[in-house]
Nanobody, 112 residues
């Protein structure tokens, strides 16, 4: 009944851009956002956006990443600009309403 599906990952050179998309089904989520996990590191919060609130960002991506939602399409996006090798990770879509739900992850690889 609840499913989150990410797309848009890939390989880019440093300084490039990618846009990640996440399609949500099954229910309305107050909170949607993105986490990422690099090999050997803990999963970390990247960005979140509630239906009506302002977006939040990790300090490491402020000024480079933008999160936005299309409520009519039940989607959330992450526009990633000025990508750095340290951004390389599996990116997971995250949604919350009374419980947390996760997408399957999409790989982002940034080469120098």
């Amino acid at each position: 009944q609840v499913q989150l599906v990410e797309s848009g990952g890939g390989s880019v050179q440093a300084g490039g851009s990618l846009r990640l998309s996440c399609a949500a089904s099954g229910m309305l989520f107050n909170v949607m956002g993105w986490y990422r996990q690099a090999p050997g590191k803990q999963r970390e919060l990247v960005a979140t956006k509630t239906i009506s609130g302002s977006p939040t960002y990790a300090d490491s991506v402020k000024g480079r990443f933008t999160i936005f939602r299309d409520l009519a399409k039940h989607m959330v996006y992450l526009q990633m600009n000025s990508l750095k090798p340290e951004d390389t990770a599996v990116y997971y879509c995250y949604s919350y309403y009374k419980a947390a739900y996760w997408g399957q992850g999409t790989q982002v690889t940034v080469s120098s």
